[in-house]
C-alpha cells in the first residue's frame, strides 16, 4: 500500500464527513439564521432561545435524512473491507 493509496482513503474518508456533516449543519445554519433575525426584530436578546429549535431541526433532518446518511456511510464501510485484500496483499 503506497502513499497515494493512503491518501486516497483519507480524502475519501473526509468527503464522506462533509457529505454527512453538511445536511445537518445547513439545518441548524437555517434555523439558527431564521431565530436570530426573529430575536433581531422583537429584540429578545435570550442565547437560549434557538437551542431548542435548533435541536428540532437536527432530529427531523435526521429522521428525514437518516436512511440516506447510513446508506452511504454502509456503502463506503462495505468498500472499504472489500478492498482490504487489495490494500494489504
Given at each position: 500500500m503506497g502513499p497515494e493509496?493512503?491518501?486516497d482513503l483519507g480524502r475519501d474518508a473526509l468527503w464522506l464527513a462533509v457529505l454527512l456533516a453538511g445536511p445537518l449543519l445547513g439545518a441548524a445554519l437555517a434555523v439558527g439564521l431564521f431565530i436570530g433575525v426573529i430575536q433581531a426584530a422583537t429584540q429578545i436578546q435570550e442565547m437560549t432561545l434557538s437551542f431548542i429549535p435548533k435541536l428540532l431541526a437536527l432530529v427531523v433532518t435526521l429522521f428525514v435524512i437518516g436512511p440516506?446518511?447510513?446508506r452511504i456511510l454502509t456503502t463506503f464501510a462495505q468498500r472499504l473491507f472489500m478492498d482490504i485484500p487489495g490494500l494489504v496483499g
Open positions: 493509496t493512503v491518501l440516506w446518511m447510513l
